[in-house]
């Protein structure tokens, strides 16, 4: 539980109130601001004063927010997913801002219990709310792999949504099923999205999703009133629009053909590349190399365990066996075999290097096509604009 857990929100008190209330500065607060304002792609954005601008802009909306409704399912899942969110980073301003939209229903966190937990649920359910799901929908038995009150994960997660302005599935269970949904798939396990067909769905995929991530989503629909910009498999795209293998600490072992091919060999304690001994950065679009976890410490590839691919749809059946290699990367536009890449690296050093200039300089052109292509977006209550850029992927 958060260590602010015990101090509640006093009726028709604002985020900006509670935290002053709570002894936080200003600084504090705007510290935080600007380290979620970088994590949605806002803080490079402005027009005028850079980051701090802002971190200001989305410090007076969030400062100024009061409970929304929130309601938080956990279907068939581990809680994984809430717990990372419980240990996003900046444990202080962060647990508050969750504390924020947790009180109404959630379902781990909860004191409630039966009836009571029931009622509540009914309650929030028959007001405009935000709606968030851990777990997948199991619709093989009529639903009976699930049941929550004595109703199926379908049925309580379509009553759920009837009013919900915005709907975000948490984890690779709500994204498409995960572990639970792998050949045979025995409960007949599905996402949200294949539920809730005809509503728009933001995916925050991983197993778990880093918790920061999660924080940011929401913290960007309560201060932008919408939904982030999202690639056609509804993740957003401030997070999820970047492969771990183009950022990757290791990238430089792999351009070169240096790779690991036990766990305990001279290249394991040299930071070779992981990608024959199972790595799935080359095909996994995820923050982690960016964003790190626990606090920004670290994440898998940092810590010397391969990538296994989590926030990709279908990934305990495609990434399978984890520590096999990759039968394709994809590169500048077309397929090609990773054993091909890594021996032209080896056995042309030079052609090697010319091709990683040529790939570094198409990046850069698409950098600079995606400056020069901008929007005008107001956030509110800032009284400035920033802007946001139209990204090839959307």
């Known amino acids: 539980m958060s260590q602010w857990s015990g101090d509640f929100w006093r009726r028709g008190e604002t985020l900006g109130e509670h935290l002053e209330r709570r002894g936080v500065s200003r600084r504090e607060f705007l510290g935080w601001c600007g380290k979620m304002a970088a994590l949605m792609g806002l803080a490079p954005l402005a027009l005028d004063g850079g980051p701090a601008l802002a971190a200001e802009a989305l410090a007076q909306k969030l400062g100024a927010l009061k409970r929304p409704v929130v309601i938080w399912l956990q279907l068939q899942e581990c809680t994984g997913c809430l717990e990372s969110t419980l240990r996003s980073y900046d444990t202080g301003i962060g647990d508050l ?53 004595g109703e199926s994960a379908e049925a309580v997660l379509r009553k759920a949504a009837a009013k919900a302005t915005h709907i975000l599935a948490v984890g690779a269970c709500a994204y498409y099923g995960c572990v639970q949904a792998a050949s045979p798939n025995p409960t007949g396990a599905v996402g949200i999205q294949d539920v ?10 991983g197993c778990p999703p880093i918790g920061g991530v999660i924080t940011a989503v929401i913290t960007y629909i309560l201060t932008q009133g919408r939904t982030p910009p999202c690639d056609r498999e509804g993740r957003p795209l401030f997070a999820y629009s970047q492969r771990i293998h183009d950022h990757c600490p290791r990238r430089a072992h792999y351009d070169a053909g240096e ?20 790595c799935k950065g080359p095909e996994t679009f995820s923050p982690c190399p960016a964003i790190k976890w626990n606090e920004g410490t670290s994440f898998p590839i940092d810590s010397g365990h391969p990538c296994i691919g989590c926030t990709e749809k279908h990934f305990f059946d495609r990434m399978t066996p984890f520590y096999s290699k990759l039968p394709t990367v994809p590169g500048l536009g077309l397929e090609r075999t990773a054993n091909r890449i890594g021996a032209v690296a080896v056995g042309a050093a030079l052609g090697g290097i010319a091709a990683h200039a040529i790939g570094s300089a198409v990046r850069q052109r698409k950098e600079r096509i995606r400056e020069e292509t901008v929007v005008s977006l107001p956030i509110v209550g800032a009284g400035e604009h920033q802007t946001l850029r139209e990204t090839d992927e959307s």
Do not use: K, W
Request: proline content about 2%; hydrophobic content about 45%; some cysteine.
């Open 196 to 205: 809730l067909q005809d509503r728009a769905v933001v995916n925050v995929p």
């Open 259 to 278: 790779f690991v091919s036990q766990f305990d060999d001279a290249a394991a304690r040299q930071g070779h590349c992981l990608y024959e001994v199972g």
């Open 97 to 149: 801002v969750l504390n924020l939209i947790s009180l109404e229903y959630v379902e781990l966190l909860m004191a409630a219990a039966g009836e009571q937990a029931n009622a509540a649920l009914e309650e929030a359910s028959s007001q405009e709310h935000i709606l968030l799901i851990n777990g997948s929908v199991p619709l093989g038995a009529d639903g009976g792999y699930c049941t929550i009150g």
